[in-house]
Protein backbone atom coordinates (compact mmCIF):
# COMPACT_ATOMS: atom_id res chain seq x y z
CA UNK A 1 0.00 0.00 0.00
CA UNK A 2 2.88 2.43 0.87
CA UNK A 3 4.51 1.93 -2.24
CA UNK A 4 1.09 1.88 -4.17
CA UNK A 5 0.41 5.19 -2.54
CA UNK A 6 4.68 6.76 -3.52
CA UNK A 7 3.83 5.86 -7.38
CA UNK A 8 0.36 7.98 -7.61
CA UNK A 9 2.25 11.16 -5.75
CA UNK A 10 4.80 10.94 -8.10
CA UNK A 11 2.66 10.67 -10.94
CA UNK A 12 0.65 13.67 -9.43
CA UNK A 13 3.76 15.37 -9.42
CA UNK A 14 5.78 14.92 -12.27
CA UNK A 15 3.11 16.99 -14.84
CA UNK A 16 3.40 20.02 -12.45
CA UNK A 17 7.05 19.81 -12.65
CA UNK A 18 6.59 19.31 -16.45
CA UNK A 19 4.48 22.56 -16.84
CA UNK A 20 7.00 24.29 -14.20
CA UNK A 21 10.06 23.71 -16.41
CA UNK A 22 7.45 25.10 -19.45
CA UNK A 23 9.20 22.39 -22.10
CA UNK A 24 7.67 22.63 -25.23
CA UNK A 25 7.72 19.47 -26.00
CA UNK A 26 5.38 18.32 -22.77
CA UNK A 27 2.30 16.58 -24.12
CA UNK A 28 0.00 14.47 -23.18
CA UNK A 29 -0.17 11.71 -26.41
CA UNK A 30 -2.95 10.81 -28.16
CA UNK A 31 -4.26 7.62 -27.86
CA UNK A 32 -2.88 5.00 -30.91
CA UNK A 33 -6.71 4.95 -32.78
CA UNK A 34 -9.37 7.45 -32.81
CA UNK A 35 -9.12 10.90 -34.36
CA UNK A 36 -6.80 13.20 -32.12
CA UNK A 37 -5.00 16.52 -32.59
CA UNK A 38 -2.64 17.26 -30.14
CA UNK A 39 -1.14 21.44 -30.88
CA UNK A 40 1.70 23.12 -28.53
CA UNK A 41 0.46 27.12 -29.20
CA UNK A 42 -0.01 26.84 -33.04
CA UNK A 43 2.04 23.90 -34.00
CA UNK A 44 0.81 20.43 -34.01
CA UNK A 45 3.54 18.15 -32.19
CA UNK A 46 1.14 14.73 -32.47
CA UNK A 47 -1.90 13.15 -34.19
CA UNK A 48 -2.88 9.82 -34.40
CA UNK A 49 -3.18 8.03 -37.84
CA UNK A 50 -6.89 8.52 -38.72
CA UNK A 51 -6.54 12.30 -37.82
CA UNK A 52 -4.09 13.00 -40.63
CA UNK A 53 -5.37 10.92 -42.67
CA UNK A 54 -8.55 13.03 -42.26
CA UNK A 55 -6.92 15.97 -42.50
CA UNK A 56 -5.09 15.21 -45.70
CA UNK A 57 -1.72 15.15 -44.30
CA UNK A 58 -1.43 11.28 -44.45
CA UNK A 59 1.81 10.20 -42.51
CA UNK A 60 3.60 13.99 -42.36
CA UNK A 61 2.65 16.04 -39.33
CA UNK A 62 1.18 19.52 -39.96
CA UNK A 63 2.64 22.77 -38.72
CA UNK A 64 0.19 25.15 -39.95
CA UNK A 65 -2.70 25.03 -37.33
CA UNK A 66 -4.84 27.28 -39.68
CA UNK A 67 -4.89 24.29 -42.05
CA UNK A 68 -5.87 21.84 -39.67
CA UNK A 69 -8.77 24.55 -38.08
CA UNK A 70 -10.30 24.99 -41.66
CA UNK A 71 -10.90 20.77 -42.12
CA UNK A 72 -12.33 20.85 -38.68
CA UNK A 73 -14.54 23.96 -39.37
CA UNK A 74 -16.75 22.64 -42.09
CA UNK A 75 -18.28 20.39 -39.33
CA UNK A 76 -17.67 22.74 -35.94
CA UNK A 77 -18.34 26.64 -36.49
CA UNK A 78 -18.25 27.70 -33.67
CA UNK A 79 -14.41 25.71 -32.72
CA UNK A 80 -12.48 28.48 -33.70
CA UNK A 81 -14.38 30.95 -31.32
CA UNK A 82 -14.46 28.23 -28.39
CA UNK A 83 -10.55 28.22 -28.72
CA UNK A 84 -9.94 31.89 -28.15
CA UNK A 85 -11.56 31.93 -25.08
CA UNK A 86 -9.93 32.07 -22.23
CA UNK A 87 -12.45 30.98 -20.28
CA UNK A 88 -13.00 27.64 -21.53
CA UNK A 89 -10.93 24.99 -20.77
CA UNK A 90 -12.63 21.21 -21.64
CA UNK A 91 -15.96 21.54 -23.42
CA UNK A 92 -17.40 19.08 -25.73
CA UNK A 93 -18.90 20.72 -29.08
CA UNK A 94 -21.61 19.40 -31.25
CA UNK A 95 -21.59 18.88 -34.88
CA UNK A 96 -24.10 21.63 -36.52
CA UNK A 97 -23.79 19.70 -39.67
CA UNK A 98 -23.87 16.06 -38.33
CA UNK A 99 -25.15 16.28 -34.77
CA UNK A 100 -23.30 12.59 -34.14
CA UNK A 101 -20.00 14.43 -34.40
CA UNK A 102 -18.65 15.96 -31.75
CA UNK A 103 -15.28 17.16 -30.43
CA UNK A 104 -13.79 17.13 -27.54
CA UNK A 105 -11.63 19.99 -26.71
CA UNK A 106 -9.22 20.05 -23.47
CA UNK A 107 -6.84 22.83 -22.90
CA UNK A 108 -4.12 22.98 -20.56
CA UNK A 109 -1.45 26.03 -20.38
CA UNK A 110 -0.27 26.50 -23.90
CA UNK A 111 -1.67 22.78 -25.10
CA UNK A 112 -4.64 21.96 -26.66
CA UNK A 113 -6.21 18.34 -27.74
CA UNK A 114 -9.05 17.86 -29.64
CA UNK A 115 -10.39 14.84 -30.12
CA UNK A 116 -13.09 13.58 -32.74
CA UNK A 117 -15.43 11.20 -31.70
CA UNK A 118 -19.18 10.07 -32.02
CA UNK A 119 -22.18 8.64 -30.85
CA UNK A 120 -21.61 4.96 -32.28
CA UNK A 121 -18.09 4.08 -31.92
CA UNK A 122 -18.11 1.33 -34.94
CA UNK A 123 -19.36 4.27 -37.09
CA UNK A 124 -16.26 6.33 -36.61
CA UNK A 125 -14.16 4.91 -39.74
CA UNK A 126 -17.11 5.74 -41.76
CA UNK A 127 -17.07 9.04 -40.67
CA UNK A 128 -13.39 9.04 -41.76
CA UNK A 129 -14.17 7.74 -44.80
CA UNK A 130 -17.24 10.14 -46.34
CA UNK A 131 -15.44 13.23 -44.86
CA UNK A 132 -12.74 12.31 -47.13
CA UNK A 133 -14.94 11.51 -50.05
CA UNK A 134 -16.17 14.89 -49.74
CA UNK A 135 -13.53 16.77 -49.18
CA UNK A 136 -11.45 15.18 -52.16
CA UNK A 137 -14.62 15.57 -54.22
CA UNK A 138 -14.56 19.55 -53.28
CA UNK A 139 -11.03 20.22 -54.02
CA UNK A 140 -11.12 17.80 -57.18
CA UNK A 141 -14.17 20.08 -58.46
CA UNK A 142 -12.00 23.54 -57.08
CA UNK A 143 -8.78 22.73 -59.37
CA UNK A 144 -10.98 21.47 -62.53
CA UNK A 145 -12.71 24.60 -61.84
CA UNK A 146 -9.16 26.65 -61.47
CA UNK A 147 -7.85 25.17 -64.49
CA UNK A 148 -11.11 25.46 -66.78
CA UNK A 149 -11.48 29.05 -65.65
CA UNK A 150 -7.91 30.51 -65.59
CA UNK A 151 -7.13 33.12 -67.89
CA UNK A 152 -3.65 31.40 -68.39
CA UNK A 153 -4.06 29.32 -71.87
CA UNK A 154 -3.87 25.59 -71.04
CA UNK A 155 -3.82 22.85 -73.20
CA UNK A 156 -3.02 19.24 -73.48
CA UNK A 157 -1.74 18.18 -77.14
CA UNK A 158 -0.03 14.70 -78.09
CA UNK A 159 2.89 13.70 -79.83
CA UNK A 160 1.84 14.76 -82.74
CA UNK A 161 0.78 18.00 -81.94
CA UNK A 162 -3.00 17.45 -81.92
CA UNK A 163 -4.89 19.00 -79.16
CA UNK A 164 -6.75 17.04 -76.56
CA UNK A 165 -8.00 19.36 -73.94
CA UNK A 166 -7.64 23.04 -73.84
CA UNK A 167 -9.21 25.28 -71.32
CA UNK A 168 -11.63 27.82 -71.64
CA UNK A 169 -9.07 30.84 -72.42
CA UNK A 170 -7.17 28.67 -74.93
CA UNK A 171 -10.66 28.01 -76.85
CA UNK A 172 -11.84 31.08 -76.63
CA UNK A 173 -8.16 32.84 -78.29
CA UNK A 174 -8.18 30.40 -81.01
CA UNK A 175 -12.16 31.16 -81.81
CA UNK A 176 -10.88 34.57 -81.72
CA UNK A 177 -7.79 34.70 -83.19
CA UNK A 178 -7.37 31.43 -85.28
CA UNK A 179 -10.46 29.61 -85.99
CA UNK A 180 -8.81 27.72 -88.97
CA UNK A 181 -5.20 26.70 -87.67
CA UNK A 182 -3.32 25.49 -84.41
CA UNK A 183 -1.51 28.75 -83.30
CA UNK A 184 0.85 27.20 -81.09
CA UNK A 185 2.17 24.76 -84.02
CA UNK A 186 5.74 25.77 -84.04
CA UNK A 187 6.73 25.06 -80.52
CA UNK A 188 9.52 23.36 -80.26
CA UNK A 189 8.32 20.47 -77.58
CA UNK A 190 11.43 18.03 -78.84
CA UNK A 191 13.81 20.51 -76.82
CA UNK A 192 11.25 20.67 -74.38
CA UNK A 193 12.88 24.28 -72.94
CA UNK A 194 11.97 25.68 -69.70
CA UNK A 195 10.70 28.56 -71.55
CA UNK A 196 9.78 29.56 -75.14
CA UNK A 197 8.54 32.57 -76.49
CA UNK A 198 6.08 32.32 -79.26
CA UNK A 199 4.68 34.61 -81.80
CA UNK A 200 1.18 34.27 -83.46
CA UNK A 201 -0.15 36.29 -85.98
CA UNK A 202 -3.97 36.53 -85.71
CA UNK A 203 -5.71 35.25 -88.78
CA UNK A 204 -8.38 38.34 -89.15
CA UNK A 205 -6.37 41.33 -88.52
CA UNK A 206 -2.54 40.39 -88.74
CA UNK A 207 -2.46 41.62 -85.19
CA UNK A 208 0.52 39.86 -83.21
CA UNK A 209 0.39 38.42 -79.70
CA UNK A 210 3.31 37.20 -77.54
CA UNK A 211 3.27 34.43 -75.17
CA UNK A 212 5.76 33.22 -73.16
CA UNK A 213 4.80 28.88 -73.00
CA UNK A 214 5.99 26.45 -70.37
CA UNK A 215 5.68 22.72 -71.45
CA UNK A 216 5.17 19.64 -69.59
CA UNK A 217 6.08 16.02 -70.39
CA UNK A 218 3.21 13.85 -69.32
CA UNK A 219 3.10 10.19 -70.22
CA UNK A 220 0.07 10.33 -72.77
CA UNK A 221 2.06 13.83 -74.66
CA UNK A 222 2.11 17.39 -73.34
CA UNK A 223 0.62 20.01 -70.97
CA UNK A 224 1.32 23.81 -72.08
CA UNK A 225 1.13 26.81 -70.60
CA UNK A 226 0.89 29.92 -72.06
CA UNK A 227 1.09 33.25 -70.59
CA UNK A 228 0.60 36.46 -72.55
CA UNK A 229 4.05 38.37 -72.71
CA UNK A 230 2.61 41.13 -75.27
CA UNK A 231 3.52 43.92 -72.65
CA UNK A 232 6.90 42.30 -71.55
CA UNK A 233 8.06 42.18 -75.49
CA UNK A 234 6.89 45.87 -75.86
CA UNK A 235 9.13 47.05 -72.72
CA UNK A 236 11.87 45.02 -73.59
CA UNK A 237 11.85 46.88 -77.30
CA UNK A 238 11.39 50.33 -75.75
CA UNK A 239 14.41 49.42 -73.58
CA UNK A 240 16.50 48.47 -76.38
CA UNK A 241 15.68 51.21 -78.06
CA UNK A 242 16.47 53.27 -75.25
CA UNK A 243 19.48 51.43 -74.78
CA UNK A 244 20.81 52.27 -78.43
CA UNK A 245 19.28 55.60 -78.43
CA UNK A 246 21.58 56.31 -75.17
CA UNK A 247 25.03 54.54 -76.35
CA UNK A 248 24.75 57.14 -79.90
CA UNK A 249 24.69 59.67 -77.12
CA UNK A 250 27.36 58.17 -74.90
CA UNK A 251 29.47 57.83 -78.49
CA UNK A 252 29.50 61.49 -79.06
CA UNK A 253 30.34 62.21 -75.79
CA UNK A 254 33.81 63.69 -75.33
CA UNK A 255 33.98 62.63 -71.71
CA UNK A 256 35.01 59.44 -71.06
CA UNK A 257 32.01 57.54 -69.40
CA UNK A 258 31.97 54.44 -67.01
CA UNK A 259 28.51 53.05 -65.69
CA UNK A 260 29.04 50.14 -62.97
CA UNK A 261 26.21 48.28 -61.59
CA UNK A 262 25.23 47.60 -58.43
CA UNK A 263 27.77 44.24 -58.17
CA UNK A 264 30.42 46.46 -59.01
CA UNK A 265 31.00 45.36 -62.78
CA UNK A 266 31.68 48.17 -65.38
CA UNK A 267 28.09 47.48 -67.57
CA UNK A 268 28.20 50.98 -70.04
CA UNK A 269 31.65 52.50 -71.42
CA UNK A 270 32.08 54.97 -74.24
CA UNK A 271 34.63 55.57 -77.52
CA UNK A 272 36.02 58.50 -74.99
CA UNK A 273 36.89 56.33 -72.20
CA UNK A 274 39.31 53.99 -74.68
CA UNK A 275 40.44 57.17 -76.12
CA UNK A 276 41.55 58.92 -73.39
CA UNK A 277 42.41 56.08 -71.04
CA UNK A 278 44.32 53.64 -73.45
CA UNK A 279 42.52 50.70 -72.00
CA UNK A 280 41.96 47.77 -74.15
CA UNK A 281 38.60 46.60 -75.39
CA UNK A 282 38.91 42.91 -74.98
CA UNK A 283 39.75 43.95 -71.23
CA UNK A 284 36.80 46.34 -70.97
CA UNK A 285 34.35 44.05 -72.44
CA UNK A 286 33.81 41.13 -69.92
CA UNK A 287 32.83 43.59 -67.06
CA UNK A 288 35.77 44.12 -65.18
CA UNK A 289 35.16 45.04 -61.42
CA UNK A 290 35.61 48.54 -60.15
CA UNK A 291 39.13 47.41 -58.11
CA UNK A 292 39.97 45.44 -61.39
CA UNK A 293 38.78 49.11 -63.09
CA UNK A 294 41.17 51.27 -61.02
CA UNK A 295 44.46 48.90 -60.61
CA UNK A 296 44.57 48.83 -64.50
CA UNK A 297 44.60 52.24 -64.60
CA UNK A 298 47.06 52.28 -61.67
CA UNK A 299 49.43 49.72 -63.87
CA UNK A 300 48.92 52.58 -67.06
CA UNK A 301 49.66 55.54 -64.95
CA UNK A 302 46.63 57.13 -65.21
CA UNK A 303 45.84 57.54 -61.13
CA UNK A 304 48.17 60.04 -59.58
CA UNK A 305 50.29 58.16 -57.18
CA UNK A 306 49.95 58.29 -53.27
CA UNK A 307 52.60 59.10 -50.95
CA UNK A 308 51.37 55.35 -49.03
CA UNK A 309 51.54 52.61 -51.50
CA UNK A 310 49.90 50.21 -48.97
CA UNK A 311 46.61 52.93 -49.35
CA UNK A 312 46.11 52.05 -52.65
CA UNK A 313 43.11 49.35 -51.69
CA UNK A 314 41.85 52.41 -48.86
CA UNK A 315 42.04 54.94 -51.90
CA UNK A 316 39.67 52.08 -53.99
CA UNK A 317 37.03 51.85 -51.36
CA UNK A 318 37.40 55.75 -50.77
CA UNK A 319 36.63 56.32 -54.40
CA UNK A 320 34.21 53.61 -54.55
CA UNK A 321 32.20 54.96 -51.31
CA UNK A 322 32.75 58.89 -52.46
CA UNK A 323 31.34 58.04 -55.90
CA UNK A 324 28.23 55.85 -55.00
CA UNK A 325 27.05 59.27 -52.54
CA UNK A 326 28.35 61.85 -55.05
CA UNK A 327 30.74 63.54 -53.37
CA UNK A 328 33.65 62.38 -55.66
CA UNK A 329 35.13 65.05 -57.95
CA UNK A 330 39.07 65.05 -57.86
CA UNK A 331 41.68 66.56 -60.32
CA UNK A 332 44.16 63.42 -61.14
CA UNK A 333 47.89 65.47 -62.06
CA UNK A 334 49.22 62.57 -64.38
CA UNK A 335 53.21 62.01 -64.38
CA UNK A 336 52.59 63.08 -68.36
CA UNK A 337 51.50 66.58 -67.43
CA UNK A 338 47.75 65.25 -68.52
CA UNK A 339 45.27 66.34 -65.92
CA UNK A 340 41.65 64.91 -65.69
CA UNK A 341 38.62 65.43 -64.18
CA UNK A 342 37.04 62.54 -62.58
CA UNK A 343 33.52 63.30 -61.06
CA UNK A 344 31.05 60.26 -59.05
CA UNK A 345 27.97 60.35 -59.61
CA UNK A 346 25.20 57.72 -57.87
CA UNK A 347 22.81 55.65 -59.90
CA UNK A 348 19.32 53.99 -59.49
CA UNK A 349 19.78 50.37 -57.71
CA UNK A 350 23.01 50.88 -56.23
CA UNK A 351 24.86 51.44 -60.05
CA UNK A 352 27.44 54.40 -59.47
CA UNK A 353 29.49 56.38 -62.57
CA UNK A 354 32.75 57.96 -63.34
CA UNK A 355 33.16 60.89 -65.85
CA UNK A 356 36.66 61.30 -67.15
CA UNK A 357 37.05 64.95 -68.28
CA UNK A 358 40.55 65.54 -69.94
CA UNK A 359 41.01 69.39 -68.75
CA UNK A 360 44.84 69.59 -69.19
CA UNK A 361 44.42 72.21 -72.20
CA UNK A 362 41.98 74.27 -69.55
CA UNK A 363 44.45 73.74 -66.66
CA UNK A 364 47.04 74.99 -68.96
CA UNK A 365 45.58 78.32 -70.32
CA UNK A 366 44.29 78.63 -66.55
CA UNK A 367 48.10 78.46 -65.74
CA UNK A 368 49.20 80.31 -68.53
CA UNK A 369 46.42 83.25 -67.74
CA UNK A 370 48.02 83.37 -64.18
CA UNK A 371 51.39 83.85 -65.14
CA UNK A 372 50.77 86.82 -67.36
CA UNK A 373 48.61 88.36 -64.73
CA UNK A 374 51.61 87.54 -62.75
CA UNK A 375 54.11 89.38 -64.90
CA UNK A 376 51.80 92.27 -65.83
CA UNK A 377 51.88 92.83 -61.85
CA UNK A 378 55.17 92.17 -61.44
CA UNK A 379 55.76 95.16 -64.24
CA UNK A 380 53.63 97.12 -62.56
CA UNK A 381 55.26 96.90 -59.47
CA UNK A 382 58.78 98.24 -61.10
CA UNK A 383 56.94 101.59 -62.14
CA UNK A 384 57.87 104.50 -59.70
CA UNK A 385 54.22 106.07 -60.52
CA UNK A 386 51.23 105.01 -58.67
CA UNK A 387 48.70 103.39 -60.65
CA UNK A 388 45.65 101.75 -60.37
CA UNK A 389 42.69 100.44 -62.60
CA UNK A 390 39.19 100.66 -62.32
CA UNK A 391 36.09 98.99 -64.08
CA UNK A 392 33.68 100.79 -65.68
CA UNK A 393 31.17 99.76 -62.84
CA UNK A 394 33.62 101.41 -60.38
CA UNK A 395 35.42 98.55 -59.06
CA UNK A 396 39.40 98.38 -58.12
CA UNK A 397 41.20 95.82 -60.76
CA UNK A 398 43.97 95.90 -60.10
CA UNK A 399 47.57 98.36 -58.40
CA UNK A 400 51.01 98.63 -57.69
CA UNK A 401 53.50 98.61 -54.84
CA UNK A 402 53.85 102.19 -55.37
CA UNK A 403 49.84 102.87 -54.92
CA UNK A 404 49.84 100.89 -51.38
CA UNK A 405 52.97 102.60 -50.34
CA UNK A 406 51.37 105.88 -51.50
CA UNK A 407 48.09 105.70 -49.86
CA UNK A 408 49.46 103.39 -47.27
CA UNK A 409 47.06 100.68 -48.20
CA UNK A 410 48.04 96.79 -47.93
CA UNK A 411 48.98 95.67 -50.79
CA UNK A 412 48.00 91.80 -50.23
CA UNK A 413 44.33 93.11 -50.05
CA UNK A 414 44.45 94.18 -54.36
CA UNK A 415 42.41 91.18 -54.71
CA UNK A 416 39.66 92.17 -52.70
CA UNK A 417 36.74 94.02 -53.59
CA UNK A 418 37.31 97.70 -53.72
CA UNK A 419 35.09 100.32 -54.61
CA UNK A 420 36.45 103.80 -56.63
CA UNK A 421 34.18 106.01 -53.44
CA UNK A 422 36.55 104.13 -50.37
CA UNK A 423 39.50 104.58 -52.64
CA UNK A 424 38.65 108.13 -53.03
CA UNK A 425 37.72 108.95 -49.60
CA UNK A 426 41.80 107.72 -48.74
CA UNK A 427 42.99 110.13 -51.65
CA UNK A 428 40.90 113.37 -50.35
CA UNK A 429 41.88 112.05 -46.41
CA UNK A 430 45.64 112.89 -47.42
CA UNK A 431 45.33 115.48 -49.33
CA UNK A 432 44.14 119.28 -49.29
CA UNK A 433 40.75 120.27 -50.30
CA UNK A 434 40.46 120.50 -54.23
CA UNK A 435 37.60 120.32 -56.29
CA UNK A 436 39.92 118.22 -58.67
CA UNK A 437 38.68 115.28 -57.14
CA UNK A 438 35.14 115.90 -58.18
CA UNK A 439 36.02 115.78 -61.67
CA UNK A 440 38.02 112.81 -61.68
CA UNK A 441 35.15 110.92 -60.44
CA UNK A 442 32.91 112.25 -63.16
CA UNK A 443 35.68 111.22 -65.49
CA UNK A 444 36.09 107.64 -64.12
CA UNK A 445 32.38 106.68 -64.09
CA UNK A 446 31.91 108.76 -67.31
CA UNK A 447 30.76 106.42 -70.27
CA UNK A 448 31.17 106.92 -73.92
CA UNK A 449 34.16 107.88 -75.18
CA UNK A 450 36.81 110.03 -73.42
CA UNK A 451 39.96 112.21 -73.49
CA UNK A 452 43.01 111.82 -71.34
CA UNK A 453 42.34 113.54 -67.97
CA UNK A 454 44.54 114.96 -65.61
CA UNK A 455 45.21 117.96 -62.98
CA UNK A 456 47.63 118.62 -59.77
CA UNK A 457 46.72 117.58 -55.97
CA UNK A 458 48.74 118.33 -52.94
CA UNK A 459 49.49 115.97 -50.27
CA UNK A 460 48.72 116.93 -46.57
CA UNK A 461 52.49 116.51 -46.09
CA UNK A 462 53.26 119.20 -48.71
CA UNK A 463 54.12 117.27 -51.51
CA UNK A 464 52.77 117.74 -54.80
CA UNK A 465 51.05 114.93 -57.30
CA UNK A 466 50.21 115.23 -60.65
CA UNK A 467 46.75 113.35 -61.22
CA UNK A 468 46.41 111.25 -65.08
CA UNK A 469 42.93 109.29 -65.81
CA UNK A 470 43.52 107.71 -68.98
CA UNK A 471 40.38 105.67 -70.41
CA UNK A 472 41.61 102.03 -71.75
CA UNK A 473 39.71 99.06 -73.18
CA UNK A 474 36.54 97.63 -72.01
CA UNK A 475 34.89 100.92 -70.41
CA UNK A 476 37.94 100.96 -67.48
CA UNK A 477 40.18 103.75 -66.54
CA UNK A 478 44.16 103.87 -65.36
CA UNK A 479 44.37 106.22 -63.13
CA UNK A 480 48.09 107.68 -61.82
CA UNK A 481 49.71 109.91 -59.44
CA UNK A 482 53.06 111.26 -60.27
CA UNK A 483 55.12 113.29 -58.04
CA UNK A 484 55.55 116.83 -58.86
CA UNK A 485 57.63 119.60 -58.54
CA UNK A 486 56.99 121.87 -56.17
CA UNK A 487 56.24 125.43 -57.77
CA UNK A 488 55.96 128.96 -55.61
CA UNK A 489 52.87 129.51 -54.79
CA UNK A 490 52.80 132.39 -57.68
CA UNK A 491 53.94 130.50 -60.42
CA UNK A 492 51.53 127.77 -59.49
CA UNK A 493 48.45 130.40 -59.71
CA UNK A 494 49.69 131.46 -62.92
CA UNK A 495 50.26 127.88 -64.44
CA UNK A 496 46.71 126.59 -63.10
CA UNK A 497 43.84 126.58 -64.98
CA UNK A 498 41.39 129.82 -64.32
CA UNK A 499 37.63 127.69 -64.58
CA UNK A 500 35.64 130.66 -65.16
CA UNK A 501 37.87 131.49 -68.48
CA UNK A 502 37.50 127.69 -69.54
CA UNK A 503 33.14 127.90 -68.35
CA UNK A 504 33.46 130.99 -70.83
CA UNK A 505 34.74 129.33 -73.60
CA UNK A 506 32.09 126.66 -73.89
Known amino acids: MAMVGALAILAALRPRQQRQAGAKTTKTPPTSTGIVFLFHDQSLIDATTDALTLSGQGSKHLSDYEATLGVLESRFTRLRSTLSDPVITDIRLRSEVDPSLFLDIRKSERQTRLELNTDNDGQRQDVVLQWM ?19 QLIWQSDGDGQILWANNAYSDFVQMHAPEKTPFSKLSVSELPAQERILVKSGLDQSEHWFDVQTKVRTNGYLHFANAANALVSVDQERKDFVQALGKTFAQLSIGLAIFDKERRLVIFNPALLDMTGLPTDFLLPKPTIDMFLDRLREKGLMPEPKNYGSWRDQFTAVE ?16 GQTFRVTGRPHPDGAFAFLFEDISAEISLTRRFRSDIETGQAV ?4 SDAIAVFSAAGTLIISNHAYSKLWSTNHELMLEHRELSSEMSVWQDRCVPSPMWTEMRGFIQQQGARKPWSDDAMLDDGRHLRCYANPISGGMTMVRFANAQTMRPVIQKITQTDRAIQTAKR
Open 133 to 151: KTTVDAEKSLMEDAITLSP
Open 380 to 383: LDTL
Open 321 to 336: AAAKSGTYSEHWALSD
